[in-house]
């Protein structure tokens, strides 16, 4: 099926946010997706295996929105004044979009990476339904992706003579300067969020997931499956697995990783087959 891809600028108070949507030329959409981003320099080492992932959504049927938000990529604003909170109201003028385009469809389909599963939790607290999530090597909380960036903090001093501790930078934060980390102004509000969100569902939540992990070897690793455990636990039916390929969001090159598009787009697929949601959405 051929593929249509439409960058534009959506508008919001705070300034427009660059997106790009991707769909079948039919103009037949049979489900909507919203793409949930990765953080900072993931996002954009992420990118080519993005597009290549929504141009196989897309050429399923689907409508592929794809959105820098607020400070990030091309779109408005700087980074320093980034919040969690700012980034969910991105996500809902996104959903907004996607219903006045395709009006009587509900809520989109979620897709995210990486950080993007902590945003889930903000979307399905406004009422957005019981949406299955397909999660791309999802963070469970906001602190990993905090300590994550101190520790590359630490790593550019190393061999200076003040070399920076972790404890020392969450010190700063406390006295509220922001910090300047891998080309990304981060205030001591955003890291503040960070250290609290965490991945969670709504209670009575009994919509669909998918859980994909990219490795060395086709087993999950021990702390996604405890997720995976706890989730089933809940009586919410997951589909877990882990495909071979490498870290793209972390490599220094450009990588790609076709098992995990083509494990996705099944799943896509097989949900539209079977319709599992009447308001489907991948994470």
Not at 37 to 56: I, L
Not at 96 to 117: D, E, N, Q
Not at 225 to 241: G, K, Y
Request: one cysteine or more; a neutral charge; hydrophobic letters at 45%.
């Amino acid at each position: 099926m051929n593929v249509v891809q439409e960058p534009f600028l959506l508008p919001t108070r705070n300034g427009d946010l660059f997106c790009i949507y991707r769909r079948p030329a039919s103009g037949v959409v049979s489900a909507q997706i919203l793409h949930l981003p990765a953080f900072g320099d993931e996002m954009n080492k992420s990118r080519a295996m993005t597009a290549r992932a929504a141009r196989a959504f897309a050429a399923l049927g689907c409508g592929v929105l794809q959105v820098d938000l607020r400070g990030c990529g091309d779109s408005a604003g700087e980074h320093s004044e980034a919040t969690c909170q700012g980034w969910a109201d991105d996500l809902h003028h996104a959903v907004a979009w996607l219903k006045s385009r395709h009006v009587g469809r509900g809520m989109p389909w979620l897709w995210s990476l990486r950080f993007g599963s902590l945003l889930v939790a903000a979307l399905l607290e406004r009422g957005h339904g019981q949406v299955p999530l397909l999660l791309w090597q999802p963070m469970m909380t906001g602190k990993q992706q905090l300590n994550q960036l101190l520790r590359q903090k630490v790593a550019s001093t190393v061999g200076q003579r003040d070399a920076t501790r972790v404890q020392e930078l969450r010190e700063r934060f406390q006295r509220g300067e922001t910090l300047e980390i891998g080309g990304y102004s981060i205030s001591p509000a955003l890291a503040g969020e960070l250290e609290a969100v965490s991945f969670a569902l709504p209670d009575g939540y009994r919509g669909a997931v998918c859980w994909l992990e990219v490795a060395a070897t086709t087993a999950l690793s021990t702390v996604a499956q405890e997720h995976v455990e706890s989730l089933r636990s809940a009586r919410i039916v997951v589909d877990a697995f882990a495909v071979r390929g490498p870290g793209f969001w972390q490599s220094v090159e450009i990588e790609r990783c076709d098992e995990l598009v083509q494990a996705s787009a099944s799943w896509v697929e097989n949900g539209l087959t079977r319709g599992i949601s009447r308001e489907p959405a991948l994470l």
